[in-house]
Each structure stands twice: as structure tokens, then as C-alpha cells.
Antibody
Framework: EVQLLESGGGLVQPGGSLRLSCAAS????????LSWVRQAPGKGLEWVSA????????YYADSVKGRFTTSRDNSKSTLYLQMDSLRAEDTAVYYCAKSMFGGSGSYFDYWGQGTLVTVSS | EIVLTQSPATLSLSPGERATLSCRAS??????FAWYQQKPGQAPRLLMY???NRATGIPARFSGSGSGTDFTLTISSLEPEDFAVYYC?????????FGQGTKVEIK
């Protein structure tokens, strides 16, 4: 059974940093791209970033480019999102999502339960 | 960036009725298109991919159609568990984008 478990969310001040983790199980981790997708309170879904199975190709939304960094440790089956220079508009539930196909990010067939990041003073 | 525009924003229907949801892309995405369902407090669930293929475990009352810029999700007969928010998504180009959502509510 595929499982994705996010952690690391919490309250952080504007300008601060936070690192999210997503522990995966139930599939061959290194084969699949993974993405972060966020959802601000009461709002729709926003794709944030994606990383290839090998970790050598990464994509970012313009809204986070230069502030967020996605990485993965295939030996630990874990995905990370380093978030720096956080802003109030980054407040959201952050989901990690598995790509349906191998290679780069495609559709998202499995999702974690999400972790809430609140940016506020 | 490809913008996806969903309509209507809200669909008020009764159980047993047919639901038709639309999504229009600002440029062609071929058939690289998906639909998701999200219920309150839950993560999204993949319903359809490549415009017309049902994901694993999705009931046959869900169907998808379209290509290029215009796509439709049809629920042939609404079940109580189908009342939720539905999002479209494209994987034709980066950044991946979602529509703003259509809420299907009980009339």
C-alpha cells in the first residue's frame, strides 16, 4: 500500500524558514517523480514544485522560485521542501504527491494527508 | 503558464441527477489532462487521467472527455458521496496548473 506522510509544518514568522518532510512507502521510491502541492485555507490547489526520481531535475512555481528548494533522499525514501523567506501568502496545507508515471511529474495518483504551514507574526 | 478555467463555480443538484463539469485551457494541452475530487478535510483523489481514463477504483458513473482546450467531467447519476469539489489539472507543460474548482453541492 502506497503511503505518504508529511511532517514539519507549524507556525513561523514572516521571513523565517521551515523544512517539510514526506516519508514514503509502498512503492519503488527512486522510480517516481514527486511534487509538493499546497492549498491555502478555503482556496484551491496550487502546484509548488516537482523533482524527478533521480533528483537531478527540479521544477518550481514562479511564486516560490528562489525561496523554496525541493530535494529527496532515495536511500531514506523521503522528500523534502526547504522553505526560506516565508511570506504570509505561503500559509497553506502542503501535500506531497506521487506522480502516476515514472519520469518527470505527471498526474498525482497518491497524496499525503498534508501538513499545515502558518506564516504569521 | 496554462490557465485552466472551470465552470460553473458551483453546481446544485440532487442525488440521482447528472452532473456536467467543464474546464477550459488557455492553450492546447492535447489530452494531458486530469480530474480530481476533494472532500472537506481530505487530500484530493485522482479520478480521470489523459482526459478520459478512469483511475484505479473509480466507479463507471464518472467519465471524462475532451482534448485540446475543452474538457468535460460527467457524473451520470450522483451518489451522496459524490458531493465534493472537483479540480482539473494539466500536465502538458510546466508549471503544472489546476483549475479553481467546481463545487458540487446538494440541492
Amino acid at each position: 500500500e502506497v503511503q505518504l506522510l508529511e511532517s514539519g509544518g507549524g507556525l513561523v514568522q514572516p521571513g523565517g524558514s521551515l523544512r517539510l518532510s514526506c516519508a514514503a512507502s509502498g512503492f519503488t521510491f527512486s522510480t517516481y517523480a514527486l511534487s509538493w502541492v499546497r492549498q491555502a485555507p478555503g482556496k484551491g490547489l496550487e502546484w509548488v514544485s516537482a523533482i524527478s526520481g533521480s533528483g537531478d531535475v527540479r521544477y518550481y512555481a514562479d511564486s516560490v522560485k528562489g525561496r523554496f528548494t525541493t530535494s529527496r533522499d532515495n536511500s531514506k525514501s523521503t522528500l523534502y521542501l526547504q522553505m526560506d523567506s516565508l511570506r504570509a501568502e505561503d500559509t497553506a496545507v502542503y501535500y506531497c504527491a506521487k506522480s502516476m508515471f515514472g519520469g518527470s511529474g505527471s498526474y498525482f495518483d497518491y497524496w499525503g494527508q498534508g501538513t499545515l504551514v502558518t506564516v504569521s507574526s | 503558464e496554462i490557465v485552466l478555467t472551470q465552470s460553473p463555480a458551483t453546481l446544485s443538484l440532487s442525488p440521482g441527477e447528472r452532473a456536467t463539469l467543464s474546464c477550459r485551457a488557455s492553450q492546447s494541452v492535447s489530452s494531458y489532462f486530469a480530474w480530481y475530487q476533494q472532500k472537506p478535510g481530505q487530500a484530493p483523489r485522482l479520478l480521470m487521467y489523459d482526459a478520459s481514463n478512469r483511475a484505479t477504483g473509480i466507479p463507471a458513473r464518472f467519465s471524462g472527455s475532451g482534448s485540446g482546450t475543452d474538457f468535460t467531467l460527467t457524473i451520470s447519476s450522483l451518489e451522496p458521496e459524490d458531493f465534493a469539489v472537483y479540480y482539473c489539472q494539466q500536465r502538458s507543460s510546466w508549471p503544472r496548473t489546476f483549475g479553481q474548482g467546481t463545487k458540487v453541492e446538494i440541492k
